[in-house]
């Protein structure tokens, strides 16, 4: 294929198509002895579109990559960039308890 891969058009079309910020979603994508990771780098504004509810959306993102990379021959992983301090300025205005802080991403 051309610069993008099956994988990462995948992954730029389902992100784009539920975010508030299209014209901010970006991918790259790196292919090492261990697979292919995906970045995937959006609008802070977009990351609980993204994330959702204790990580739901991204879980099922990353189950629906895995597939197209079987179809592929290639084990498939998502990484969701998330800028340094962006978790805790919002966790700061979100109170004591925040469902952000229990997300493994």
């Given amino acids: 294929m051309d610069a993008k891969e099956r994988d990462q058009e995948f992954v730029e079309y389902v992100v784009r198509s539920i975010v508030n910020h299209p014209e901010d979603v970006r991918t790259e994508r790196i292919v090492d002895e261990r697979?292919?990771?995906?970045?995937?780098?959006?609008?802070?504004?977009?990351?609980?579109y993204v994330i959702g509810r204790q990580g739901q959306t991204a879980r099922s993102l990353r189950t629906l990559l895995k597939i197209v990379g079987a179809k592929n021959n290639a084990r498939?992983?998502?990484?969701?960039?998330?800028?340094?301090?962006?978790r805790r300025a919002r966790s700061e205005g979100m109170g004591a308890s925040s469902a952000v802080d229990d997300l493994t991403i």
């Fill in 35 to 48: 697979g292919v990771l995906i970045t995937l780098f959006i609008n802070q504004e977009d990351m609980g």
């Fill in 76 to 86: 498939v992983n998502l990484k969701i960039y998330e800028p340094e301090g962006a």
